[in-house]
């Protein structure tokens, strides 16, 4: 049974910078595609990165254009951790973000994704 586990998250000034941390367990995590999604208050679950396991050549990294430069995901496969270094943080940035796990080639779409945490809280004020 995988199980992911989410930390890191928390309250930050706008400009300011947090991690996450995503700790996996129940699976092989280096063959597994990671990702991060999050959920503001009311809308849907969206895509915000992801990157791919060692059966692509190397961690091949995707962003959504509202993160793209300020975000960076990483994989840890010693530790079974997949970390999102978030920087110059904007309050529209505020949502609850959830780490995804599946075996496929990572997807942007929510539906594609097999295993999920619980989430994280990230707030960040003006």
């Known amino acids: 049974q995988v199980q992911l586990a989410e930390s890191g998250g928390g309250l930050v000034q706008a400009g300011g910078s947090l991690r996450l941390s995503c700790t996996a367990s129940?699976?092989?995590?280096?063959?597994?595609?990671m990702g991060w999604f999050r959920q503001a208050p009311g809308k849907e679950r969206d895509f915000v990165a992801t990157?791919?396991?060692?059966?692509?050549?190397?961690?091949?990294?995707s962003y959504a254009d509202s993160v793209k430069g300020r975000f960076t995901i990483s994989r840890d496969n010693a530790r079974n951790t997949v970390y999102l270094q978030m920087t110059s943080l904007k309050p529209e940035d505020t949502a609850v973000y959830y780490c995804a796990a599946d075996a496929k080639y990572p997807s942007r779409s929510t539906e594609d994704w097999g295993s999920w945490g619980q989430g994280t809280q990230v707030t960040v004020s003006s």
């Open positions: 990157i791919t396991s060692i059966s692509w050549n190397g961690a091949r990294t």
């Open positions: 129940g699976l092989t995590f280096s063959h597994y595609s």
